[in-house]
């Protein structure tokens, strides 16, 4: 809500041409300034690739972060992606059904579902594959939707359920292979949530993204969220959602999302392989820009929720500086929050810039080398140096 009104004031300064004399005056935040504000220009990354392909297929598009002018990311900007392309679903006939372990089947139309008790998210997200140098794949928003647990207890969820699988309606051929059989199957996608996070009441149903209905990318007409995990947990064109006591074992729960970590126990490694699930601390600039004498760094903080205690910024190796995180995004538990940081005195020629984010547990976002036991490329939150060209 709060939001909103900032968008249009925004706007309405922009319109009465107080764009850069207004700012400082009325307190608008540095990161609400248009991508390019009048006389400032966008400062190269010489570590971006030449012609990067932003939609390099239909059913993917990438966002490019050095474009943000706003918190919200626009609902035609949204990057996306989509393992089985997008199913055709007519919302008169949409039901999403609740089956398996629970007291009273279900089978809600569109229109059940928005007479519920509705709520307000903003979440942000980050395919867990997103990583430098682009780091496209990540996005912000504000949904509205019926808290899981509510749908959940109209259905009575019997005591031994322990396993919540939401399939969307999106599916494809898989091989699946067993000790040296290979089995074609057509397959749901599908992932599924523990009992606990299930019914804490943190989920939601969206249906709306920016109080308007879902886009067929972002998973039209409801989907699965949540809070602080990565992307693929959100099931788009959610179709069922079934309760059973077995932990799910299919492809995007178990094999193709899955992180490889070396773990020293008692002195010892132990090789761990898990499902991706919250997010992990991670911290990466999305622009430089020069107005003047004056570089302004920006950029963007995303976890699972834990509480951030500061965001720093290091040039060229030097000492690290505190950023300045910005009051109204840091409100939002699971939203992006943006930072920007002044730099001054940049002299001509490449340079290196790179943040870390540190959360009120002390954690400190990694540098590659530090999650070098990491091995598959999933939860890349490592400090990314960003490399610019001053002119
Ligand atoms: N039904 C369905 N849901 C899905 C997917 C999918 O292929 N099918 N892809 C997942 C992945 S891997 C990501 S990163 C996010 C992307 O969400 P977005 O397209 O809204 O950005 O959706 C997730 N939900
Ligand atoms: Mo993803």
């Known amino acids: ?58 059913d993917r598009r990438l966002y490019d972060v050095r474009t943000i002018d706003g918190v919200f990311t626009p609902r035609d900007k949204w990057f996306t992606t989509q393992h089985y392309g997008h199913p055709d679903i007519a919302p008169a006939a949409y039901r999403l059904k609740v089956s398996g372990m ?23 997200f980050e395919c ?28 009575g969820v019997k005591d031994d359920a322990r396993e919540f699988v939401f399939f969307g309606a999106d599916h494809g051929d898989e091989d699946v292979e067993f ?17 606990e996070k299930a019914l804490s009441g943190e989920p939601i149903l969206a249906y709306a993204l920016g109080g308007e209905p879902l886009t067929r990318h972002q998973g039209f007409p409801v989907r699965l969220l949540v809070p602080g995990y990565y992307g693929v947990c959100n099931v788009k064109f959610l179709a069922e959602i079934h309760a059973q006591h077995d932990p799910y074992l299919g492809k995007y729960q178990a094999r193709w999302y899955r992180t490889l970590r070396g773990e020293t126990i008692n002195g010892q490694v132990h090789w761990k392989e898990d499902a991706v699930t919250h997010m992990q601390l991670k911290s990466w600039i999305a622009r430089v ?23 720093e910024v290091s040039i060229d190796g030097g000492p690290w500086q505190a950023a300045k995180l910005d009051p109204e995004t840091m ?60 002119a």
Request: hydrophobic share 35%.
């Open 179 to 195: 000790r040296g059989n290979t089995f074609k199957v057509d397959q749901q996608f599908g992932r599924s949530l523990p009992r």
């Open 289 to 311: 820009t020069n107005a003047g004498n004056r570089h302004h760094v920006f950029g963007i903080v995303l976890n699972d929720g834990t509480p951030i205690r500061t965001v």
């Open 102 to 124: 629970v007291e009273r089947p279900l089978s809600l139309s569109l229109d059940e579902l928005k007479k519920m008790r509705s709520t307000d998210l903003v979440f942000g």
């Open 1 to 58: 809500m709060c939001a909103m009104t900032k968008e249009t004031t925004r706007r309405d300064i922009l319109k009465s041409g107080l764009a850069l004399a207004g700012v400082g005056l009325l307190g608008i935040p540095e990161w609400a300034l248009p991508a390019l504000a009048q006389g400032e220009t966008l400062v190269p990354f010489t570590d971006l690739p030449d012609n990067i392909n932003w939609v390099p297929a239909a």
């Open 331 to 390: 409100k939002e538990k699971c939203g992006w929050k943006l930072f920007t940081y002044a730099w001054m005195g940049a002299t001509p020629g490449e340079h290196t810039l790179v943040s870390r984010v540190i959360d009120v547990n002390g954690q400190v976002q990694p540098t590659s080398e530090e999650i070098a036991n990491k091995k598959t490329f999933l939860e890349d939150n490592s400090q990314h140096p960003r490399k610019v060209m001053i």
């Open 128 to 155: 867990s594959g997103n990583r430098r140098p682009i780091q496209g794949l990540s996005s912000n928003g504000r949904w509205t939707g019926v808290p899981l647990r509510e749908v959940l207890n109209r259905a």
